[in-house]
């Protein structure tokens, strides 16, 4: 390599003045690229879901049968897919090269591929708001969309899988190049799950959307069943990316904000590894009622591969919160059972929103994940508002929250701006969180009365028969308009945020780098010591708060597993 070669490699590199790690200027631009667009999609699928609410709202019922599917679908495209899937392409370009301190082999594919995400974005969004494409975010063949629809999904899943491969490249760069000691990092190894079981659900894409593509042109015929089963590897698959990606952020956040110390980084990985074998099996709950799967695979997939996927999340489980409580005794809060979760620092919203993704996605995505993933239980949730009302607390409370709470590290750090509205930015995972709550409480308990989830009316006036559901019903609509009205005023929050300090925050400057200064999170300010030599004394005291607190996860689970099974004798008049 010449000295030309050298001062140029050179050239690209920042050192970040807070952390240490050396920065590729292309894999920050493309974190800001990624970052930016996600933000607008959560716009757009949170105007939509503002509509959605109004309009399930029974009470007020706001938008025609048309403009109600028409935005469901814009709903379910932009925030389970452009949303999610842009702001996790962001954290892939900061995972690898940014914490390997390695370079990026190929910024002008990055750049390319993020060209081809939002084409393909913007070409399924003009469609969907046409009316051209008000076929939902599943597409369910018979339901026919304009050709361009499904060339927009192709072309935003090529560009995707093609960072994918990018940030696997920078893998190999920086082991060849010996950018980093020791083993991977924890947060990058949990990136990686997410790579991998992101190659295995875009080919489920490519596998579907292009024949159904060649169908929307008249070219071939389809079968509905096989796009519902082979669609489901990709659908639900793609919500198993979020879990890996999210839980790498928890990893992340923990160590930045407290200084946490995972109990044993072997068993994380290990629990990571059980994720890219097991956890796309979930996609089954989908199938129970279809006819395209034998009952041996409905077993199977609901059962005993399935323990495996949730062992793995019961694992992360433990782990995070006790990184976090063993960060906290080693700054000195040892009092006692929970004086580190006391005297956490509540205050910033980094740390806030990050706990409140974990005991969200935990106590409500976990428990009613597993429960509706049970063949036998599934048959009294399935197409029922219970299904919407899980996903909406993992992928919602859980993965989006983790996101937000990412942003207020990433602003500092990367777009080295301070944080705008600080004071409102400290609310804001609260308000989001308790939103999504709510909002997910009350599908769940509408799921249970039999409440359709996609249905445009529930009074199904006009229909040739009759059906009323409980007056109890009324009170949960109540408390999902009032959840969705909270959730949305905190996505628009994060949105305002984000968008004031990106476009015209101040710049953050090594003066700010102290703790106190508004607008910078306590771990930017000063960044926890990482303490992996414990004393003796202390690893004896382990993590005694988190054991409680899973111990009271676990009686929560097996209560409503319990009360679930026991409505389905109800249902079957079992004794």
């Not at 025609?64 to 897919?81: E, F, K, Q, S, V």
């Not at 990893?251 to 200084?259: D, H, I, R, S």
């Not at 290990?270 to 709950?285: D, K, P, Q, R, T």
Request: aromatic share 14%.
């Amino acid at each position: 390599m010449t000295d030309k070669m050298i001062e140029n490699l050179a050239a690209r590199f920042r050192k970040c003045s807070v952390t240490g790690l050396k920065i590729d200027k292309d894999a920050e631009t493309l974190v800001k690229l990624n970052a930016v667009v996600a933000v607008v999609m959560l716009l757009i699928g949170a105007t939509a879901a503002l509509l959605l609410v109004l309009t399930r709202w029974q009470a007020v019922h706001l938008l025609p049968a048309d403009w109600y599917y028409r935005m469901l679908t814009a709903h379910g495209l932009n925030m389970l897919i452009f949303f999610i899937i842009f702001f996790e392409m962001a954290i892939l370009y900061f995972a690898g090269p940014i914490i390997l301190g390695s370079r990026l082999p190929a910024p002008k594919l990055g750049y390319a591929n993020f060209a081809l995400m939002v084409i393909g974005a913007v070409l399924v969004d003009i469609e969907v708001f046409r009316g051209k494409a008000d076929v939902l975010f599943t597409s369910y063949v018979p339901l026919r969309a304009e050709p361009a629809y499904y060339l927009g999904i192709i072309l935003f899943a090529v560009g995707t899988l093609l960072v994918v491969l990018h940030f696997l490249a920078v893998l190999v760069v920086a082991a060849r190049e010996k950018t980093y000691s020791g083993s991977m990092p924890l947060v990058t190894f949990g990136a990686l799950t997410a790579a991998i079981i992101a190659v295995i659900t875009l080919l489920h894409g490519a596998a579907i959307f292009v024949p159904t593509f060649l169908w929307s042109l008249g070219l071939m015929e389809i079968d509905a069943e096989v796009y519902r089963v082979v669609f489901w590897g990709l659908g639900h698959s793609s919500q198993q990316i979020n879990v890996s990606a999210h839980v790498a952020v928890w990893y992340l956040m923990a160590g930045l904000t407290v200084g946490g110390v995972v109990p044993n980084e072997k068993i994380s990985r290990v629990a990571f590894g059980l994720y890219i074998l097991f956890i796309s099996m979930a996609s089954a709950h989908h199938l129970l009622v279809d006819p395209g799967m034998g009952p041996a695979w409905k077993v199977w997939n609901t059962s005993y591969a399935m323990y495996l996927a949730v062992f793995a999340s019961m694992v992360h489980g433990f782990t995070v919160p006790a990184s976090i409580e063993m960060g906290q005794r080693l700054n000195g809060f040892t009092k006692g059972r929970f004086e580190w979760l006391a005297k956490a620092p509540w205050g910033d919203p980094g740390f806030s929103g990050t706990v409140l993704s974990v005991v969200i996605f935990g106590f409500g995505g976990g428990i009613t994940g597993v429960t509706i993933g049970t063949e036998q239980i599934n048959i009294i949730a399935h197409n029922t508002l219970k299904v919407p009302g899980h996903f909406h607390v993992t992928v919602v409370g859980g993965t989006a929250l983790a996101f937000m709470a990412l942003t207020y590290y990433v602003l500092p750090l990367i777009f080295r701006k301070k944080v705008a509205f600080w004071g409102m930015a400290k609310l804001q995972p609260w308000v989001f969180g308790i939103g999504i709550s709510m909002l997910g409480s009350a599908m769940t308990f509408l799921g249970s009365f039999g409440v359709p989830r996609r249905h445009w009316d529930i009074t199904f006036q006009g229909a040739p028969f009759s059906l009323e559901f409980p007056a109890a019903t009324n009170l949960f609509f109540a408390m999902f308009g009032i959840g969705g009205l909270i959730a949305v005023t905190g996505a628009l929050m994060y949105i305002a945020i984000a968008v004031v300090t990106v476009f015209f925050g101040q710049t953050v400057t090594d003066a700010d780098l102290k703790p106190g200064v508004a607008g910078i999170p306590q771990g930017v300010g000063k960044l926890p010591t990482q303490q992996y030599q414990i004393d003796p004394a202390f690893e004896r005291t382990g993590a005694p708060g988190t054991v409680v607190l899973v111990g009271i996860f676990l009686a929560c689970f097996a209560l409503y597993y319990f009360v679930n099974w026991q409505a389905l004798s109800f249902l079957w008049k079992v004794g």
